[in-house]
């Protein structure tokens, strides 16, 4: 019997609690909101999107519209197996931003999917699930 590593297990643990809050099967780019507070976040996920930069690294490109304080972080799933996260991005006025995030070089190529995960002051978080597509090296 094989056992499961801690990356495995976390990362099944962020999905079980992202379907447990959404109580359905949760289909790509549908964002769920959970947490204490029942308004939730004040704030999307307007996409994710991988781009090749001039220099050769691969970055992903989480477009957010916000109207509060948020903290986000980004997590890199390949089959329910985080490959990469991000450090936490605090945003601290409300707008239109763009969060970039540089993947490391061991990534490989291939379809993939976004965890963005948005909190606020009072403890309301919100998560969207996003499918991506990683570029060639």
Same mark, same amino acid.
Do not use: C
């Given at each position: 019997?094989?056992?499961?590593?801690?990356?495995?297990?976390?990362?099944?643990?962020?999905?079980?609690?992202?379907?447990?809050?959404?109580?359905?099967?949760?289909?790509?780019?549908?964002?769920?909101?959970? @947490?204490?507070?029942?308004?939730?976040?004040?704030?999307?996920?307007? @996409? =994710?999107?991988?781009?090749?930069?001039?220099?050769?690294?691969?970055?992903?490109?989480?477009?957010?519209?916000?109207?509060?304080?948020?903290?986000?972080?980004?997590?890199?799933? *390949?089959?329910?197996?985080?490959?990469?996260?991000?450090?936490?991005?605090?945003?601290?006025?409300?707008?239109?931003?763009? =969060?970039?995030?540089?993947?490391?070089?061991?990534?490989?190529? @291939?379809?993939? *999917?976004?965890? =963005?995960?948005?909190?606020?002051?009072?403890?309301? =978080?919100?998560?969207?699930?996003?499918?991506? *597509?990683?570029?060639?090296?």
């Amino acid at each position: 019997m094989k056992t499961l590593s801690s990356k495995r297990r976390a990362a099944l643990a962020v999905l079980a609690v992202a379907a447990a809050v959404a109580s359905v099967a949760l289909p790509p780019s549908q964002a769920i909101a959970g @947490g204490p507070g029942a308004a939730g976040v004040d704030a999307e996920v307007l @996409g =994710v999107s991988v781009v090749r930069r001039a220099d050769q690294t691969r970055a992903v490109m989480v477009e957010l519209r916000t109207d509060e304080r948020v903290t986000v972080q980004v997590r890199v799933l *390949r089959h329910a197996v985080v490959i990469a996260h991000s450090r936490v991005f605090v945003i601290g006025r409300p707008d239109r931003w763009l =969060v970039s995030y540089s993947l490391p070089r061991r990534v490989s190529a @291939g379809p993939a *999917r976004a965890l =963005v995960r948005l909190a606020d002051r009072k403890g309301n =978080v919100a998560l969207s699930l996003q499918p991506i *597509r990683i570029p060639a090296r």
